[in-house]
Structures are given as C-alpha cells and as structure tokens.
C-alpha cells in the first residue's frame, strides 16, 4: 500500500467513528464499509449490529438487501447479452415480450430505453400522480409473481409518457430482467449465476438467502424498513431484476471492480473495455423531461445542472464543479434503498461501498460517504 493510500486509511477512520456514534445513538444498526484503491484495501470497518433487537454483533461478512443496486447487476447481464449479438440496444422491447406487442405507444419501447430509465414505466406510489396509483394498484412488488407474470400486469398499463422523452425512475430493470430471461432461455437467477458471481466468485450473491446463512442477514431497526424488500428466506418466485439481490460487501466490491476493470477482474473477463465505456457514459438525450421521482433522488439525480447523466445501468458525473457532493468526471454508480450505495472513480482507480440497513437515513449516508472518501484522498 502507498503511503498517501494508508494516510488515506487513518483518515477514514473518522467515518467508521462517525457511524458508531450514529449507532449508540440509536438512529441506524450498523454497517459494512469497504474502500479499495487499485485493488488495494485503504479502509474496511464492520461496526454495529446485523440484528439490532437481538444486538448480534456485525459480521463482515453479513448479507445486505442490495435494493436497487441490483440494477447495476442486471444491466451488466444485458450488456452480455449484447455482446454477444443475441439483444441489441435499439431493438424493440415487444419483439421479445409478447404482452406488450398490442401496446399502442409511438415510439415502442426500446432496450435502450429500459437501461436508462426513459421507457416511461415508473414506480407505482399512490400519492405522486393517477397514473403512479393505477401502478401501485397494480401490486407489481407481489412476491408470489415471477417475471412473465409480472410483464403481463406491466403491458396493461399506460405508459406515463412516450418512450425516449422522460427519465423516471421505476421498472425499467425489471423488465429487463424479464427480457433477458426471454432472450437467454433461463431465469434471470440462473443466467446471474453461471455468468456473473460464479465466474467472479461472488458467492454471496443471490435472490434470496439460505437457512444455514441466517445469522448472517443484516436487518433494519424495528420501524425502517420498507415493503419492498423481499423475504431473504424461502426463496422467492419474483427474481426482481431491479431490487431483489442479496450480496456482501465484499462480494459487491469484487463486482464493482470488474467495472473499474473494464469488464475484467483477476483474469476474468465479463465484458470488453469499449462495453464497459458505453455503460458508463450519459445516454440521456438533449432535452429529455424528469419524472417525479427525480425529487426523491436528491443527490444522485442524473440532472444536467447536478453535473450528472445517467448511462446504461449507472449515473455517470458528467461536470466539474456543478454538484456540491464530492465526485470526479466519469466516476458512476447507484445506490439503494435500502441503506446501500457505492460508486467507481476510474481518475482515482478507486471503489467505494457501503452496505447499511436503513431507509430512513439513505439520502443522508449517500451524501456523507462520499464527503468523507473524499475529504480522506490527497
């Protein structure tokens, strides 16, 4: 390790101190915290507690729902598929999924659309908008679903604005978790496993958790949590391509450095450099309209005035000096739901995850990480 990379070690000390006190004070139950520089370890901290009522001590090796850095994974599985000339970025989405072959939209639905968020299917919250509440009467987080019946409950609902003009948020991925199962011919849990975290060795990596690795689940304080999140044990039916991953932080890290690698990582190689580059620069259009739910995303917002874009499974930073949260041009990444996020600085060859159960204290965790990363490098 350099020396300004173990200087950059003490420092992050002061973060590990900083969420230990947030935990005596009740607010969060700990966390998992992995920084890696040019595949170096500069900081690691387990602090707290994996089951707070119980008070079971963090595990370093404790399994997070990943939320919405599932997506991420799920992209990065398209873009395989891509690759391989078996799905391209301008094919038509009802080409692949019959439920939505009646849609009557102009233009259709496009891959490229579902990987940047402009496919016009968002999330279903009863109180943004009518169309928001018919997605939510929709009940599309039933975890009795699987994946083609939750396309067919998508196909029947309308789009809240056209393909390819509006960024909103919402289930863009989980179609595309469907579509890659169409695609491939196996589920999306399946193609996961034999061409991602088995080939890196992500072990950890899974729709659900199994019964011997019970101890090892992280749980939110009683009152955080969410209804989103899937049951970590038996395993579901709904592999959810854009939230239902469990994963260790060092699993993820292994994953988020294959990414700084340019699509390899200790000899194995997922995806080739100039893949990788396309992911991760902006694809949103000149012009393109925000949904609602870009308000909700605060600081990872991919607005233009945030110096920031949203790529193909990732926000990308864009701009120096128009975002008053720390960062680099070209540094992406996405956080979660749950409590988890991180990020890849490739001017920095560095990795940054945290891994924490708490919904309620998301956007703020977001925010101080990376103040604190930063403030830590020379």
Known sequence: MTASAALAGRRLRNLGDFIEGEVNQGLVPGAVVLVTQAGQTIYEAVIGYSQPVERTP??????FWLASMTKPVTSVAAMMLIEAGQLGLHDLVRDYLPALRHRPEEPPIKVLDLLRHTSGLPYGAPDVSPLHALYHQAKLFDMTQDNAELAEKIARLPLLSPPGTMFEYGMSTDVLGRLIEVVSGQSLADFIGQHISG??????????????????????LPGDDTTLAPPPFPAVRWCAGGSGLWATAQDY?????????????????????????????????EGVRFGPSVEALEATAPLPELGQGFGLGVMVRTK???????????????????????????????VAVLMMRSTRHRLRYRTLFREYVYGALE
């Open 58 to 63: 963090m595990r370093r090796d404790a399994v």
């Open 199 to 220: 080939p890196l060795g992500l072990a950890s990596f899974g729709f659900s958790v199994g019964e011997t690795d019970r101890e090892r689940i992280a749980w939110p």
């Open 253 to 285: 890290t292994r994953f988020a450095r294959m990414l700084l690698g340019e699509g390899e990582l200790d000899r194995v190689r997922l995806l080739a450099p100039l893949t990788v580059r396309l992911m991760t620069r902006n694809h949103l259009p």
């Open 320 to 350: 120096a000096d128009a975002n008053p949260v720390p960062g680099a041009v070209g540094d992406f990444g996405w956080p979660g739901l749950s409590g988890t996020t991180f990020w890849v600085d490739p001017s920095r060859q560095l």
